[in-house]
């Protein structure tokens, strides 16, 4: 049996009513060669049926009675593939016409692309579309090609922008870069994209290749309370390691504009760069990356050779260090004036009481983190 030049993936839970268009969708591409694997991730409702019932040979269906993560079930599907090429498709989304053939041209022709994506026109649960000026994120996956290092940039500054369901990613990428992060919910396609620019180049259609679904409160990256706060959790697992394994070359081509030293980086140099752009001004993660940025100035003042040149070409010590601690607020709630707490506007609890920080309660300082919080988490999730 010869194998596949593309390998479709779909990982399935709980949509017994949008999983046949899914897979018609896929059954009617004009470029034939492919394998469908299909997984379901322990649906409670009919899924697993109406997959079931799809006869067509190229189609292998694989029913689990425990749900154990979206990530997984694709990780076990690419583990699965013999194509060359991979695809990913979500069970309650859909594919244009001509979406594989495009891509698959793409990839073939352009040795240097790893990974290909598209534009999506969004849809509401009973197939309408919705209008992408009615959303408030409704072009954020209409994306200009960019270098890998403009990628890497966009995705430090903005998060992420790419269209999971209408990706085609070579085999032999996720082979060097690895599988998904089960352990992220709401990021793993975000942290994939991280660790696929630093290993090769992208490309973006400019055309639709998805009708993507909204479905409020059952998206994965629905605007809820549990999401909002996971995705911020998330965004610091991933900014741990943004730049870990980036050259200089890569780094330069991205923030060289950013840099405190002009020129290329040597190996000291290049991690003491890559901590000082975490503390630049981010719109919604700009609290979260000074912590990362501190953490990781602290660690190098105790090496000898990284305090040796921290102190000689960039005039930072230890004093400037506490300078730093006592600047980056990333732990603050909220702004103060001496020690009187001031809200913001979303938070105006007590403005008229004027009470000492101190005279708070648990309950109400409580309430003021989560309010920050939930503001930053609409800021990022640009809802």
């Known amino acids: 049996m010869s194998e596949p030049l593309v390998s479709v993936v779909m990982g399935t839970y709980n949509h017994e009513h949008f999983v046949h268009e899914s897979i018609q969708s896929v059954l009617a591409q004009d470029f034939p060669d492919f394998e469908f694997l299909i997984s379901d991730d322990g649906s409670s409702d009919g899924?697993?049926?109406?997959?079931?019932?799809?006869?067509?040979?190229?189609i292998s269906f694989?029913?689990?009675?425990?749900?154990?993560?979206?990530?997984?079930?694709?990780?076990?599907?690419?583990?699965?593939?013999?194509?060359?090429?991979?695809?990913?498709?979500?069970?309650?989304?859909?594919?244009?016409?001509?979406?594989?053939?495009?891509?698959?041209?793409?990839?073939?022709?352009?040795?240097?692309?790893?990974?290909?994506?598209?534009?999506?026109?969004?849809?509401?649960?009973?197939?309408?579309?919705?209008?992408k000026s009615a959303l408030s994120f409704g072009r954020v996956f209409d994306q200009p090609n960019r270098t890998r290092g403009e990628w890497l940039r966009q995705f430090f500054w903005r998060g992420n922008c790419l269209c999971h369901p209408s990706v085609m990613i070579r085999r032999s990428v996720y082979d060097s870069v690895g599988l998904y992060d089960n352990r992220l919910r709401q990021l793993p396609d975000f942290d994939m994209w991280v660790r696929v620019i630093k290993a090769t180049g992208i490309h973006v259609s400019k055309r639709n290749m998805v009708?993507?679904?909204?479905?409020?409160?059952?998206?994965?990256?629905?605007d809820t309370y549990t999401n909002r706060v996971r995705t911020l959790n998330e965004h610091l697992f991933i900014a741990l390691g943004f730049f870990d394994n980036v050259s200089a070359e890569l780094l330069h081509e991205g923030f060289?504009?950013?840099?405190?030293?002009?020129?290329?980086?040597?190996?000291?140099?290049?991690?003491?760069?890559?901590?000082?752009?975490?503390?630049?001004?981010?719109?919604?993660?700009?609290?979260?990356?000074?912590?990362?940025?501190?953490?990781?100035?602290?660690?190098?003042?105790?090496s000898a050779d990284h305090r040796r040149v921290l102190s000689a070409e960039y005039d930072f010590d230890d004093r400037a260090f506490h300078r730093l601690e006592a600047e980056a607020d990333g732990l603050q709630p909220a702004p103060r004036q001496g020690n009187i707490y001031v809200p913001p506007p979303e938070e105006q609890f007590d403005r008229r009481s004027g009470r000492d920080i101190s005279e708070v309660t648990t309950r109400e300082l409580a309430r003021i983190i989560m309010?920050?919080?939930?503001?930053?988490a609409r800021m990022l999730t640009g809802r």
């Open 47 to 58: 899924t697993a049926r109406v997959i079931a019932e799809h006869m067509d040979p190229r």
């Open 62 to 131: 694989r029913p689990h009675t425990v749900n154990r993560g979206a990530a997984l079930v694709f990780n076990e599907l690419i583990q699965m593939a013999r194509g060359r090429y991979v695809a990913i498709i979500n069970s309650d989304d859909a594919w244009m016409p001509g979406k594989l053939s495009e891509q698959v041209q793409v990839l073939e022709q352009n040795p240097g692309i790893g990974a290909v994506f598209g534009r999506a026109e969004f849809v509401d649960r009973d197939g309408q579309a919705i209008d």
């Open 211 to 222: 009708r993507f679904r909204i479905l409020p409160g059952e998206n994965a990256s629905s």
């Open 256 to 302: 060289g504009d950013y840099f405190r030293r002009p020129g290329m980086p040597d190996d000291i140099t290049l991690g003491i760069e890559k901590a000082f752009l975490y503390m630049h001004p981010v719109q919604t993660l700009e609290h979260m990356y000074k912590i990362v940025g501190m953490m990781k100035l602290r660690e190098m003042l105790s």
């Open 371 to 376: 309010g920050r919080l939930m503001t930053r």
